[in-house]
C-alpha cells in the first residue's frame, strides 16, 4: 500500500516532469526568515564547506520511496550546488539567529577569525514517511593562538514534508538547515 505522502510526492514529481518536458524546475535551499534570538558564542567563525553524501551533493532532488530507494529525475534539480548552498544557507542562518560573524571559506577579513566550523552531513533525505532527516556530526575549533575548546556534537535533525513534490522538499530541507544553524549557534 502506496502511504499518502507518498503518492502526493510521485505524483507531483510526475506532474513536473509531465507538464513541459523542455522546462527544468530548480529550487533553491534557502536561509529562513530569522532575527537575532541567541546569544553570540562563535564571534568571527570560518564555516568549511558543507561534507554532503553523493545523493544530496548531486544536482537532482532525491527522494526515498517505499521500498528503500532514493530516486530523483533530471527535471527537478537544485538551485545551486547543494554543497555550497547549504554551506552559505548555514552560515547566514547562524549569523541571523546568534549575531556571530559566520562566513563560509575562503575567510575574505583581514582580521582572521576565532573559530573554524566544519559540518558533515552523514544523511540529508526526504523519506518516504514524509519527513527530511538531517544528521551528522559538526565540530568547532579555535582558529589560530586564539585559546578555546574544541566542540563536537552530533545532530538528528527531522522536519516535517508539508506536502507531496520538490518544492515542499526544497522548503524542508531550508527548515532543517535553520534548525541546524541554530543548534550550532548554541553549541548544542
Known sequence: MIRPFLL?????????????????????????????????????????EVSLPQ??????????????ALRSTPDNIWADDPPRAVTLALARQISAVSGATVIAEPWP???GPQRRIEVRVEQ?????????QLTGVYFVTPAGITNGRDVMRS??????????????????Q???????????AQLD
Open 8 to 48: 502526493s510526492l510521485i505524483c507531483g514529481l510526475a506532474l513536473t516532469a509531465c507538464s513541459d518536458p523542455a522546462a527544468t524546475a530548480r529550487y533553491a535551499i534557502a536561509p529562513q526568515p530569522a532575527a537575532k534570538t541567541l546569544p553570540n558564542r562563535l564571534g568571527q567563525a570560518e564555516l568549511r
Open 155 to 172: 545532530f538528528d535533525v527531522t522536519v516535517p514534508v508539508a506536502e507531496g513534490g520538490p518544492a515542499a522538499i526544497a522548503q524542508a
Open 109 to 111: 577579513l583581514s582580521e
Open 124 to 132: 540529508f533525505l526526504a523519506r518516504a514517511d514524509g519527513v527530511v
Open 55 to 68: 545523493y544530496a551533493a548531486g544536482q537532482e532532488i532525491s527522494y526515498q520511496t517505499e521500498d528503500g
Open 174 to 184: 531550508s527548515a532543517a538547515v535553520a534548525e541546524l544553524a541554530r543548534r550550532i
